[in-house]
DNA sequence: ACTTCCGGGACTACCCGTTAAT
DNA sequence: ATTAACGGGTAGTCCCGGAAGT
């Protein structure tokens, strides 16, 4: 099955992704061999090596995707409380057990491989940003950019990822009063 | 001569966990292989096989240790805010990043081994409910226990965690400035 | 347009065994990959298999076809010691190496499979013979076949090939020492 | 099994090493996987590896010992001519194909790793001098050293070479012949 | 009709945690 | 208490068939 169409190429790599997704985080990065996804996608050891050229590349690859601890999708208008609300819901148990662990698991192996801390930091960033943005505008009518949001925003997103890690080791935590007392960080909502 | 042994036993157990403690910061702990650890103890293989009955079992103590995310040290009289000053400073850079390394490769393997989890897990509640206490105590005379407290504790500590996570990633944050936000969620010292 | 596909076809198979032919003697002929060849050539992996059934029998077309160690071509009225001198030169550094390179990948390779053997065994033989002819007209007047003749011609042959492995090796070996000593085997020039 | 003599040791490896010359001889070098050494070994893989760090580091090993092509063993007195026709007995069919077959496959290889040419240099070389040496001792009772010898010394030893070949590849060469034909070039033997 | 190139799956060299023999 | 050795496991490669596009 020659000149294959882009779509469908994008939708292989998508389905190893997300079965490797599914894969990592219930037995943890090294302790996924190539062997368990080939049974995990139903493909073969050169179709997988087709579209990844490495491990380490499709860990990356898994890892740029939405990962659970943080979200790629941006929506817009969404007040910070309601957006720390949401990521929060993404690593919250039972659901997102899975995201959870996985997120511990590219954490970890970010602190060891470069290539990953790039694509760690490079999320981190972009949600933080987004974050610090989304704050600004809540803060009032004053359109200032205040330095202040941006340690704020990664004082928050670093407690995510905190509570993060507590679900995926099966600490029982409530996000609501995570949610409540991280609220006091960010400014209050109007009436 | 069995006391002496004791000590000599308890000594050669330490050097070993501190020998695997800077290789698995540096390396991970999956590609830390036994032989690695031998090389780093100078010790034999069996010799290690002595004090640990498998490499998941040395992983496990490494982690009880003081891997710096928390600290076993509780010091009695330590207002939150300072506590919360010295945890963050050890797994600041540029001292700190072996530690945050190791720290994200152990709940990275604590989401995954349940063993590991429970380690895990007991460290953080012990260090939140020392923390926690000391909250009560910095808020005021009364001594009536708060339950918003412990969920104080809890989002500092996740915090703390997080910011570890940054460390290990090469990720470039200001620790006083973590500080000062986190502050926000701690009693205001007396004058 | 039976004709022109058929040259057309034959031009593809000569670049493809020319391509081959520097890849197998810089790398070794286990050592190169299919992929490989597909890269040298500019081909498609389908392509090649259009030409050649397998790597076994594209390997066999490189050995057939002028490998440096011996020389398809046969001039007629050449006398034994131009030949020999000839076929040196073809084998001999800096230019040779790559042919004397390939020539010892092919006579390892022949000496594991059969099929190459008779290959090996045929280009030997013909040439043998050749050689033999041109000794025996170097030798005088008389027509009678002489055994001899063939023998020296062996033994001449495998020297060359003895060398081309040692030119292989990067071995300094001068070819005019060579040539000189191997002369003695064969009849004197006519002044 | 700790701290085994010396003795073990060289046996065990010399075990492997004729283990592997048998299987390398009929295989070929690159069609032998470690897993084959493993069988013809009766050791585990991790057993062999303790002897040698890769798979290139035997193949040097086993071309380093008697390959047949040429011997290690310099008997003193030996006069050139016999010297030959020993070793050209190494690599006569049939009891010699195998180390005729081992012998091509070296050279092969040889010619690919640098490593392996060094091996093969050093053989060739070492055998060269010893051969002109007999050379030149047979020539008289002048010992004066004449660059000659060296010359017909690697004449017949690459001759030897490709004799090997030749018997590699199953040609039915006479070895009288070969023996009397090269004759012609060593000094006569005194009567 | 014909080339491209995806994918299969067996295989490769090498490594690892661990045991047992010395 | 050292260390040889086990044996299953690892990531990744290879040759090649055959389906999919032009």
């Given at each position: ?56 590349e499709l860990v990356a690859a898994v890892a740029e995707g939405r990962d659970g ?26 659901e997102g057990v899975a995201h959870a662990r996985l997120s511990a698991q590219i ?85």
């Amino acid at each position: 099955m020659p000149k294959v169409s882009q779509q469908y190429r994008e939708a292989r790599r998508t389905q190893i992704i997300e079965a490797a997704h599914k894969v990592f985080s219930r037995e943890g990065l090294a302790r996924t061999s190539m062997t368990d996804l080939v049974t995990a996608t139903g493909m073969s050891m050169g179709g997988i090596y087709r579209y990844f050229a490495s491990k380490e590349e499709l860990v990356a690859a898994v890892a740029e995707g939405r990962d659970g601890t943080v979200d790629g999708d941006f929506v817009a208008a969404e007040p910070p409380d309601e957006l720390v609300a949401r990521l929060l819901s993404y690593v919250t148990a039972p659901e997102g057990v899975a995201h959870a662990r996985l997120s511990a698991q590219i954490w970890g192996e970010a602190a060891i491989r470069p290539a990953l801390a790039d694509v760690a930091r490079a999320r981190h960033t972009a949600l933080r940003d987004h974050l610090a943005a989304r704050i600004q505008v809540a803060r009032g009518a004053d359109d200032t950019a205040d330095p202040d949001d941006a340690d704020v925003a990664d004082v928050v997103l670093a407690t995510l990822v905190g509570y993060g890690n507590l679900v995926a080791t099966g600490f029982d935590v409530d996000p609501a009063r995570f949610q409540r007392i991280l609220g006091r960080l960010l400014p209050a909502q109007p009436p």
